[in-house]
């Protein structure tokens, strides 16, 4: 069942929660909540983080494991191998995971727009030329690594491992590939003008 009220571009309906989600990515289970516009840099950094902690922890186990296993004087335990065992999954799982979600980062998609295809691609084939004409470039709201970069984890690049920090845009209104460039033409402008202004 859809929401009867206009519907902002990116924001798809969430079944589960019954209501349509800024920039929704996922319904996660886990946290039985949407990944949308508002969480998801809390989520990328938590799989960040969880990623690394997992690694850590498999490295000190498959250390620990070994070190035992070259003494002869005590055994490598029940408890050693079942954690190692567990934890290996567990890491190569989460690893994958997180790298899906950086080459989604990196082109400033969502799970959604990955996998149904860019609901707004007709919008800009039909009424923008994208800058480049390289078939790679295929997704109107991917602007180049940097700017997807802070289109996602914020303006300031000191927060973009705090999970507390602002992130960029209310939801509604995104950059594409055609709007993108006349900024960046606007703003190369204003710096020249406020360069021979100041000289």
């Given at each position: ?66 070190s035992i296993g070259d003494s002869s004087t005590s055994p490598v335990g029940v408890a050693e191998v079942f954690s190692l065992t567990l934890c290996v999954p567990l890491t190569i799982s989460l690893s994958v995971l997180f ?101």
């Amino acid at each position: 069942k859809k929401c009867v009220r206009h519907n902002p571009p990116r924001a798809p309906h969430c079944r589960q929660c019954n209501k349509c989600v800024l920039r929704m990515d996922h319904h996660c289970v886990w946290v039985n909540n949407c990944i949308g516009h508002r969480n998801y840099k809390s989520f990328f950094l938590f799989l960040l983080y969880i990623t690394c902690a997992c690694w850590h922890a498999s490295y000190l186990l498959a250390w620990h494991v070994w070190s035992i296993g070259d003494s002869s004087t005590s055994p490598v335990g029940v408890a050693e191998v079942f954690s190692l065992t567990l934890c290996v999954p567990l890491t190569i799982s989460l690893s994958v995971l997180f790298a899906w979600h950086c080459y989604l980062v990196s082109n400033n998609k969502t799970t959604i727009e990955h996998y149904e295809g860019v609901r707004s691609s007709s919008l800009l084939e039909g009424h923008l030329a994208p800058l480049h004409s390289t078939p790679k470039n295929d997704h109107p709201y991917s602007l180049g690594l940097r700017a997807n970069l802070r289109e996602i984890l914020g303006p300031r690049i000191v927060c973009w491992l705090l999970p507390g920090c602002s992130i960029h845009g209310d939801g509604l209104v995104f950059a594409n590939v055609g709007e993108y460039g006349k900024w960046r033409a606007a703003k190369t402008k204003k710096e020249d003008e406020l360069t021979l202004l100041g000289e």
